[in-house]
């Protein structure tokens, strides 16, 4: 990013006693909101101090810039990365780094300033729940059993196969992440689809995307649906956006009976 010092307003490294009491203020921080406001407003106070002003000047009617104040990029490294982990506490690591990005002062390298140990205590809890509905646990089961049947209809060795295993994988292991608070709640949500609640109030679904069974003739854009009547037997009719279906003997993208390829994804 180019540097546009002469901008600045205050550009200067903090003091050991200035960083020491932004430590305090992480360290004590009652929720993700009142983190958020006392990191930002405890560096802008600190270099604002300089000009004899003060964060309480500023609010709608006098909006803040803090682009128009900088530190060493080193110190403002340490100050997130603080505060990030004081947000383990909470489950909202990953919103706390994101918001930060936005409300903080700039940096600017300076080699001869070190980065300062601001080290905070292991917030995350000791323990976390996960707790599983009887419906979802039936429908992990069926996720399993999809993934079984692709891989005998497909092979284990085949795209369709392994990349439904990878997606579907990458969601289990999320299940485990220790960003989103102590708790988690797994629920049903449909055929092969799940939701889950965690106690940081982040909500988001495992949604199973099925491949839609096409003609893969040239020329040809006819969709097949399962059949309701005959598991052998698929509906063609012509895709949603495009007309031209050939008379002929349609090739499926994948065999009438045979299990539906795809890929699961987390939505919030
Ligand atoms: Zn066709």
Redesign the pocket.
């Known amino acids: 990013m180019p540097e546009l010092a002469t901008t600045y307003r205050v550009r200067r490294p903090l003091t050991a006693a200035e960083l020491e009491s932004l430590r305090d203020r992480i360290d004590t921080a009652p929720s993700t909101v009142e983190l958020l406001h006392t990191t930002v407003t405890g560096v802008l106070d600190a270099l604002l101090a300089d000009l004899g002003d003060s964060v309480t000047n500023y609010g709608p009617q006098a909006p803040m810039d803090p682009r128009q104040y900088a530190i060493p990029a080193s110190q403002w490294a340490a100050i997130a990365d603080a505060a990030v982990n004081r947000a383990q506490a909470f489950g909202t690591a990953v919103e706390l780094g994101l918001n930060l990005i936005n409300v903080m002062p700039s940096t600017y390298d300076d080699p001869d300033v070190p980065a300062p140990d601001l080290a905070v205590r292991e917030y995350r809890p000791d323990r976390y729940r996960i707790d599983v509905t009887r419906q979802a646990a039936d429908e992990i089961t069926a996720c399993e059993q999809h993934l079984q049947a692709l891989a005998d209809a497909y092979g284990p060795g085949s795209d369709r196969y392994r990349t439904a295993l990878a997606s579907w994988h990458r969601q289990l292991a999320n299940l485990f992440s220790t960003s989103r608070g102590a708790e988690t709640s797994v629920h049903r949500d449909g055929p092969l689809c799940l939701y889950v609640t965690a106690s940081s109030g982040f909500v988001y679904g495992v949604i199973f995307h099925g491949e839609q069974r096409r003609?893969?003739?040239p020329g040809?854009?006819?969709v097949a649906d399962d059949d309701p009547q005959n598991p052998t037997a698929v509906i063609?009719r012509p895709a949603p956006t495009a007309a031209s279906?050939?008379d002929?003997?349609?090739?499926p993208s994948y065999p009438a009976g045979a299990p539906q390829p795809g890929i699961w994804s987390a939505h919030s």
């Open positions: 003609c893969t003739a040809c854009t006819a063609w279906v050939l002929h003997e349609h090739q």
